[in-house]
């Protein structure tokens, strides 16, 4: 009996998603591992003794073989060790486990706001083709593109926080502590990150629908009596999620690694917050564990991408493909 054309597929992605994974985890090793400099003299300063940096670098490990120490981490990793932070001294998977609490509802706000809003314009652009509204509505997404995420954070700050005082200007409540404030604390930086997102969505989904349009099975729609705005909600959407489930897996992943620099700007306890400090005291016990949480959350993000383009589109599914 052989092996059905979904399993297949799935078989082919989670293969995808496991040798990635290897990879980066192999590059990200390597490239901290050539760095120069020794993390040790760094973290004692210029004055100890060669006996203390010795000590400290065979308590971090650092006098083992590069391969050693590779397949110690891996090995780490699986069990969920992700290491001990050089200068904080804490557990790395308990950080990043706190930091993740503010970046991943951060990244969610964001996304939600940018499918919500950016949907909707790329497809009424796309239905209003060559128009005045179309022209409007895509002169505002290339605004949106335009305008770095950090200075529109700002100004949303001077008007929600400082004018009208509806928001916070920055910082973080913990959850458990005020639900409520901590959810008003992400909300000018999660729109702050959500208006470029927004914009390429708003873009791409116009650029899909209008291409879709010309298809043949719109003119068979419209011959049938349906006008043009029916054929393309009914018919035409679906059609055209294809590169707009491509875009929004790699959003998903920008949004959670380019974080850095809207939680500088609104003081946010994040996991950018986390790497930028880590990378700052050359801790790289930290900067190894965090970024290769980043690869995690975006390689399964875009092998979730893959399962969805199965479900979309029935040709992948029978192709295995």
């Given at each position: 009996?052989?092996?059905?054309?979904?399993?297949?597929?799935?078989?082919?992605?989670?293969?995808?998603?496991?040798?990635?994974?290897?990879?980066?985890?192999?590059?990200?090793?390597?490239?901290?591992?050539?760095?120069?400099?020794?993390?040790?003299?760094?973290?004692?300063?210029?004055?100890?003794?060669?006996?203390?940096?010795?000590?400290?670098?065979?308590?971090?490990?650092?006098?083992?073989?590069?391969?050693?120490?590779?397949?110690?981490?891996?090995?780490?990793?699986?069990?969920?060790?992700?290491?001990?932070?050089?200068?904080?001294?804490?557990?790395?998977?308990?950080?990043?486990?706190?930091?993740?609490?503010?970046?991943?509802?951060?990244?969610?706000?964001?996304?939600?706001?940018?499918?919500?809003?950016?949907?909707?314009?790329?497809?009424?652009?796309?239905?209003?083709?060559?128009?005045?509204?179309?022209?409007?509505?895509?002169?505002?997404?290339?605004?949106?593109?335009?305008?770095?995420?950090?200075?529109?954070?700002?100004?949303?700050?001077?008007?929600?926080?400082?004018?009208?005082?509806?928001?916070?200007?920055?910082?973080?409540?913990?959850?458990?502590?005020?639900?409520?404030?901590?959810?008003?604390?992400?909300?000018?930086?999660?729109?702050?990150?959500?208006?470029?997102?927004?914009?390429?969505?708003?873009?791409?989904?116009?650029?899909?629908?209008?291409?879709?349009?010309?298809?043949?099975?719109?003119?068979?729609?419209?011959?049938?009596?349906?006008?043009?705005?029916?054929?393309?909600?009914?018919?035409?959407?679906?059609?055209?999620?294809?590169?707009?489930?491509t875009i929004l897996g790699l959003q998903f992943a920008y949004l959670i690694a380019g974080t850095i620099?809207?939680?500088?700007?609104?003081?946010?306890?994040?996991?950018?917050?986390?790497?930028?400090?880590?990378?700052?005291?050359?801790?790289?016990?930290?900067?190894?564990?965090?970024?290769?949480?980043?690869?995690?959350?975006?390689?399964?993000?875009?092998?979730?991408?893959?399962?969805?383009?199965?479900?979309?589109?029935?040709?992948?599914?029978?192709?295995?493909?």
């Open positions: 009996m052989g092996v059905s054309p979904m399993t297949l597929f799935l078989l082919r992605r989670i293969a995808g998603f496991a040798v990635t994974l290897f990879v980066a985890a192999l590059i990200i090793f390597l490239l901290l591992d050539l760095l120069p400099g020794d993390p040790a003299r760094f973290i004692l300063g210029i004055n100890a003794t060669p006996e203390a940096v010795a000590a400290l670098r065979a308590q971090m490990g650092l006098d083992a073989p590069a391969h050693e120490r590779f397949l110690n981490w891996i090995g780490g990793m699986l069990r969920g060790d992700f290491g001990i932070s050089s200068t904080q001294r804490l557990a790395v998977s308990e950080l990043i486990a706190e930091r993740m609490a503010v970046t991943l509802p951060l990244t969610m706000i964001a996304m939600v706001v940018s499918v919500v809003v950016g949907l909707p314009i790329g497809i009424l652009a796309a239905m209003r083709r060559g128009k005045a509204t179309d022209t409007a509505l895509m002169v505002l997404a290339q605004t949106g593109v335009a305008v770095p995420n950090f200075w529109f954070g700002m100004l949303l700050t001077l008007v929600f926080a400082v004018t009208l005082r509806w928001l916070p200007t920055g910082g973080f409540i913990p959850w458990d502590e005020d639900a409520g404030a901590a959810l008003r604390g992400l909300v000018l930086p999660g729109l702050a990150l959500a208006l470029p997102q927004a914009s390429i969505l708003a873009r791409v989904m116009r650029t899909a629908l209008v291409d879709v349009a010309e298809q043949d099975f719109i003119r068979t729609a419209r011959a049938k009596g349906m006008t043009k705005s029916e054929a393309i909600w009914r018919h035409g959407v679906r059609n055209a999620l294809l590169p707009v489930l620099i809207v939680e500088n700007v609104f003081y946010l306890p994040g996991l950018g917050r986390l790497i930028f400090t880590a990378i700052s005291e050359r801790d790289l016990v930290l900067v190894r564990g965090a970024t290769i949480v980043l690869v995690v959350a975006t390689t399964a993000t875009m092998l979730l991408v893959d399962l969805c383009y199965g479900l979309v589109d029935p040709r992948l599914r029978r192709q295995g493909a």
